[in-house]
T-cell receptor
Framework: EAGVTQSPRYAVLQEGQAVSFWCDPISGHDTLYWYQQPRDQGPQLLVYFRDEAVIDNSQLPSDRFSAVRPKGTNSTLKIQSAKQGDTATYLC????????????FGHGTKLSVL | GQQVQQSPTSLVLQEGENAELQCNFSTSLNSMQWFYQRPGGSLISVFYNPSGTKQSGRLTSTTVIKERRSSLHISSSQITDSGTYLCAMERTNTGKLTFGDGTVLTVKP
């Protein structure tokens, strides 16, 4: 069984540039999460979906960040105008609702904003 | 303040020594999990532990939900145990996790 796949693995931007991160969850997992993990800190939830619906995006900086999951499978997280403070690893995770299964994480996209 | 406090922040052991990692929660929780992360690697769930004690090989997790604490015990540490151990809590039955900042474990030969 394939795990959670993310791309790209690394991204380096200048401030003001845009970037998109892509996530392919484990097949059949209805819940998908995006976390932001600054260096030497734990992951912090940005947004999560159940199927194609956004369940909680309260921690997503809505002026510059957006996330979609149009068909309830793959998801894209976009930063419209990156800032140095966005430097972090962006992790995608998926799970199956109601099974008390653990979350499965991808390797993440390491973003550096110069 | 942080809802999930982990201690110690870092730990250095000689191979073969035991380790005890602590996690304390400032709010009530539904369940918690322990994760392991290598530098540059993804998070791997080690234990999903609503309450009680679970063991897997050399790892033992003990969680007391009503006291808002959990511990991870590593016996006879090995060099390959090195990495960051993160605990996370779930407040409602949504799978939405709040993480601590982790304990960085280094096991030396």
């Amino acid at each position: 069984e394939a795990g959670v796949t993310q791309s790209p693995r690394y991204a380096v931007l200048q401030e003001g540039q845009a970037v998109s991160f892509w996530c392919d969850p484990i097949s059949g997992h209805d819940t998908l999460y995006w976390y932001q993990q600054p260096r030497d800190q734990g992951p912090q939830l940005l947004v999560y979906f159940r199927d194609e619906a956004v369940i909680d995006n309260s921690q997503l900086p809505s002026d510059r960040f957006s996330a979609v999951r149009p068909k309830g499978t793959n998801s894209t997280l976009k930063i419209q105008s990156a800032k140095q403070g966005d430097t972090a690893t962006y992790l995608c995770a998926s799970s199956l609702t109601g099974s008390n299964e653990r979350l499965f994480f991808g390797h993440g996209t390491k973003l550096s904003v110069l | 303040g942080q809802q999930v406090q982990q201690s110690p922040t870092s730990l250095v052991l000689q191979e073969g020594e035991n380790a005890e990692l602590q996690c304390n929660f400032s709010t009530s929780l539904n369940s918690m999990q322990w994760f392991y992360q290598r530098p540059g690697g993804s998070l791997i769930s080690v234990f999903y532990n609503p309450s009680g004690t679970k063991q897997s090989g050399r790892l033992t997790s003990t969680t007391v939900i009503k006291e808002r604490r959990s511990s991870l015990h590593i016996s006879s540490s090995q060099i390959t145990d090195s990495g960051t151990y993160l605990c996370a809590m779930e407040r409602t039955n949504t799978g939405k996790l709040t993480f601590g900042d982790g304990t960085v474990l280094t096991v030396k030969p």
